[in-house]
């Protein structure tokens, strides 16, 4: 359950993260990018904040 919402979250901040890129951007690949760095880079700092 612990890895579920950890992952969701990092999912949420991705898609936000995400989504602002694309419109202050216009760019699909860029905002992939940082959606799945975003993601990436907040699932330790998820694990120790949750855990």
Do not use: C, N, Y
Not at 5 to 27: K, Y
């Amino acid at each position: 359950m612990h890895t579920a919402v950890v992952f969701l979250a990092a999912g949420f901040i991705g898609v936000i993260m995400g989504g602002l890129i694309f419109l202050s951007e216009r760019s699909i690949p860029k905002a992939v990018g940082a959606g799945l760095a975003a993601a990436g880079v907040s699932i330790p700092t998820l694990d120790k904040l949750i855990g």
